[in-house]
């Protein structure tokens, strides 16, 4: 591996120190527009080194590596840096004229940074500093509303069992240290194999705290409680980045984590995700049909679709991972989009009520639209790109050797169409129901921009799925050269 490999890392550090005192340095309309475009510059960047190493010089990583460049790697760097731009782009309506606009932006990145560190670990000690880096600037972006009380509020409980997520992380580090002697994920993997009865307890033990220590940020049941008021309290951008990249991140570490280092280790733990990816969906859809609140229901909506993800645990093989990355991917977008689009409507409207998007397709055209298609990619209606991941997905449990693949495939499959009671509710109250007010509402262009691009991707996934299909196929074939099989 060269330094070249490790461009997107290296741009998103420089720029992510850079901004922050860049923008607290200008003066009158420098200051106002020094920080947005810096980040802008850097995000893309990264971006753009991502998409050129990963089809150039992604490699397979050699023994006792801490990071690695395969195309595991610039997969969820990629889709984690999609993630960040359209939550920055958005940002630039969000946060014009807040004097904190330079440390806001300063944050974002360092944010992101800690996202792709987290994809490319290959070694515990590594990923702790990854998730770290990624968790500790989102406390401060949660409550970055200081006058909010709901803000503080959601901060304090996001902080609270985050807090705790990570100390059961380094309790498990320890424990697998202890097994193994090493941190690498490699290393352990050939440990885990001939594990002796001894200190086979303490393995178990280990997986039992690493599943409660994702588990809380990929926001899985039951470990999803401070999902609706995080996500609800917290600034409507900086939820986006906690649904789609947060949460994300959290599955791109526990993927390296559980197929990698746990993978050969000769106990039931696929049964525990089987239980989790049933429980998470149907609770996630259940409570998003009771919501009255627009955030509410999108916070809910990432808890049931975290449960279908989770199904490529629960049945790890290559077409699974492969349908669980793609679903990654088509989430990503979509859930970050509809957050925006939460953004552009609570600019003009209260989103506390969904009555307020009653005939809201008369009042914001454009936003309704993207809605309604976002809406429907995350259902999994085609020609959308949800329907091709959720297909994957669920024709990898439906092919699995263990039991209750089948189980898991029906499950999702009922779980998807129970979704278009909330999904379709709401797209009927935006065009069929009456607005009190018919005036026209400004919709910003950083938003439109934002829903636009993101409708866009999944009408181009949906109607081109093959090549993104293959993508996700090279990213999950990554992933596995470096378990069991290895």
Do not use: C
């Amino acid at each position: 591996m060269s330094l070249i490999d490790f461009t997107p890392f290296i741009s998103l550090a420089v720029f992510g120190l850079a901004v922050t005192p860049a923008g607290l340095l200008g003066e009158g309309k420098a200051r106002r527009t020094i920080a947005p475009s810096i980040s802008m510059i850097g995000l893309f960047l990264a971006l753009g080194s991502a998409i050129w190493l990963g089809f150039s010089a992604a490699q397979t990583p050699g023994p006792g590596a801490i990071m690695s460049t395969d195309i595991f790697t610039y997969f969820f760097t990629g889709v984690l840096l999609v993630v960040a731009i359209f939550v920055g782009v958005a940002s630039l309506s969000f946060m014009r004229g807040d004097p904190n606009e330079a440390p806001y932006f300063g944050l974002l990145i360092l944010s992101t940074l800690g996202m792709i560190v987290l994809a490319a670990s290959l070694d515990l000690i590594l990923l702790y500093v990854g998730w770290e880096l990624m968790s500790i600037p989102t406390y401060a972006l949660t409550a970055f509303r200081k006058s909010d009380p709901n803000s503080n509020e959601a901060a304090m409980k996001f902080f609270v069992l985050s807090a705790l997520s990570s100390a059961l992380i380094v309790y498990a580090i320890s424990l697998v240290f202890g097994i193994s002697g090493s941190t690498n994920l490699i290393a352990i993997a050939n440990t885990f194999g001939s594990i002796t009865p001894d200190v086979r307890p303490f393995g178990v033990l280990a997986i039992v705290l690493f599943i409660v220590g994702f588990g809380v940020k990929m926001a899985v049941v039951p470990f999803h409680m401070w999902i609706p008021d995080a996500f609800e309290g917290a600034p409507t951008t900086i939820g986006a980045l906690l649904a789609a990249g947060a949460k994300m991140a959290a599955f791109a570490a526990a993927f390296r984590v559980f197929i990698i280092a746990i993978g050969p280790f000769h106990v039931e733990w696929h049964s525990i995700f089987a239980i989790i990816a049933i429980v998470t969906m149907t609770l996630g859809n259940l409570a998003a049909l009771m919501q009255k609140s627009f955030t509410r229901l999108l916070a809910y909506s990432s808890i049931a679709q975290a449960g279908y993800i989770m199904i490529a645990f629960a049945t790890p093989n290559g077409q699974a991972i492969a349908g669980g990355l793609f679903h990654v991917l088509n989430y990503s977008i979509l859930k970050t989009a509809a957050f925006i689009a939460a953004t552009a409507v609570a600019t003009r409207l209260s989103i506390s009520n969904l009555d307020s998007f009653n005939g809201l397709a008369k009042r914001m055209p454009q936003t309704s639209i993207n809605i309604a298609v976002l809406f429907l990619g995350l259902a999994g209606v085609p020609p959308l790109s949800g329907f091709f991941s959720k297909a994957l997905l669920f024709a990898g449990a439906v092919n699995s050797s263990l039991p209750w693949g089948g189980y898991l495939a029906i499950a999702g499959l009922l779980n998807s169409g129970f979704s278009m009671g909330y999904y379709g509710w709401l797209i009927k109250r935006m065009y069929f129901d009456e607005p009190s007010d018919g005036s026209r509402i400004p919709e910003p262009r950083s938003y439109m921009a934002v829903l636009w691009a993101a409708t866009a991707l999944t009408i181009i996934i949906g109607l081109y799925p093959q090549p993104w299909i293959q993508l996700s196929q090279d990213a999950a074939n990554a992933l596995k050269v470096l378990g069991p099989q290895a």
